[in-house]
């Protein structure tokens, strides 16, 4: 029999055999799947509308075409792992995010931003938790998300190439994956191909992307030195060569970064990080997010006890602020402005128990859990909001999914 190539047979072990030699399981193979094509998919739809102005009736067609896949997918997910008790937590999430709503509909929310929320959280967001949630093996999550990343660095390679805009946020939020990704390859494996793929993708972030996108990966890597299974006295040895390298390479950048602009200007590269890098503001200016929470602010103390409900002053934040903004940019913010000082903080205190459950180190679950904690709880910290955002749901469901498996082990050691 002729032997197929070895990146097929591969990809063929990982999504169609089920044989002790496949690292994947009946249980998990859809649900991997449904999470790897939404964030392929996510990028690909962000690419088509921005480089390539694909607009009306075909971006329609497109949309509808790869919701019926994802839903296929998940489908299927759901219909083979029944007896393993899926149907019930599809039930159980769900019902807990109309619930969400609900309580929000009471207090007040309503109009387009509401509607809009509600039905992709109810479509695509609790699917994308509950997806996350049934995952038992976190190690073929990420061997499907490292086969994904390929496409998607094509994507978002080509959105870098041919967009018509110097400065693309959703660029750089779908690009910071992949990079991460192969971070964690070369981490791994320390083959020079994925750092010198880590290299360009940095870069395109750097020159087209957004600079909050650049603190998940301080934060990744910070995550990777203080909470890895490396020994302390190689955890020092790590926080020295990052300060000593940051300390010269700050000192390189002061020397030359009049030479460094004149150069990237030469070759038409002027993306707004890298203009605010040069200028000395890549850290002072704030895009108007201070403004953003004072109103908040003063909107929590308007409805301290109930709050204003999901999206339910998206209307008012609009019109202060008036730059399309409907939401608070920070996390905290968002759930005491939408439930008030009782629910909000009950709900705060529980997402950092949350991040403290993902960054505990665990060989195979940290492969991923250390990616998504950096990039759905920094993102959120200063940028969009979580009842939007897709990253937080994976993160949220990856999150519940640890807490089962360790209650398990637990009750097996009693």
């Known amino acids: 029999m002729k032997r197929l190539p070895r990146g097929v047979d591969k990809l063929n072990m990982l999504l169609l055999r089920t ?16 999470i790897c094509l939404y964030i392929v998919f996510d990028g690909f739809n962000s690419a088509l509308q921005v480089a390539f102005n694909v607009q009306g009736r075909v ?77 038992g093996d976190r190690r073929s999550l990420y061997d499907m998300l490292l086969i994904s ?30 990079l991460l990704i192969h971070l964690t390859e070369w981490i791994r494996r320390k083959k020079v191909i994925y750092l010198l793929l880590v290299a360009a993708e940095f870069f395109m972030i750097l020159t087209h992307g957004a600079r909050g996108s650049i603190l998940c990966l301080i934060a990744y890597i910070l995550l990777k030195v203080f909470f890895s299974g490396t020994s302390q006295r190689r955890k020092i040895v790590y926080v020295m060569l990052i300060a000593v390298s940051s300390t010269i390479l700050f000192l390189l950048f002061e020397k030359y970064s009049s030479n460094i602009s004149a150069f990237l200007a030469s070759k038409g590269i002027s993306g707004r990080t890298v203009s605010l890098l040069f200028s000395g503001e ?10 953003i929470w004072r109103l908040t602010a003063s909107l929590i103390g308007q409805k301290p006890l109930l709050g204003w409900g999901i999206a339910g002053a998206s209307e008012t934040i609009n019109a202060a602020i008036q730059r399309g903004t409907t939401y608070p940019h920070q996390f ?30 665990d060989e195979n679950d940290s492969l991923v859990n250390h990616i998504f904690v950096s990039i759905a709880m920094v993102s959120l910290m200063y940028s969009s909001t979580l009842f939007t955002y897709y990253p937080f749901y994976i993160m949220l469901g990856l999150c519940l999914s640890t807490l089962r498996s360790r209650r398990y082990v637990y009750r097996r050691r009693w």
């Open 59 to 135: 971006m329609t067609v497109i949309k509808l075409a790869i919701q019926a896949v994802l839903a296929g997918t998940f489908g299927l997910g759901v219909i083979k792992t029944f007896r393993k008790g899926s149907f019930g937590v599809v039930v159980f999430i769900e019902a807990g995010i109309l619930i969400a709503y609900f309580y929000s509909h009471l207090v007040g929310a309503s109009g387009h931003t509401y509607n809009t929320w509600l039905k992709n959280s109810i479509t695509l967001l609790a699917p994308l938790l509950i997806s996350a949630y049934m995952i």
């Open 149 to 178: 990343s390929w496409p998607l660095l094509i994507i978002s390679t080509a959105n870098y190439i041919f967009s018509k805009v110097s400065y693309d946020m959703h660029f750089s939020y779908s690009l910071i994956i992949v």
């Open 19 to 34: 044989d002790k030699r496949t690292r994947i399981s009946e249980m998990d193979r859809y649900f991997c799947l449904f």
């Open 282 to 291: 890549f850290l002072s200016h704030d895009s108007e997010r201070s403004e």
């Open 332 to 361: 905290f913010l968002d759930l005491l402005l939408s439930f008030g000082w009782g629910i909000g903080s009950v709900l705060s205190l529980l997402s950092i128990y949350f991040t403290g459950v993902m960054i505990k180190w």
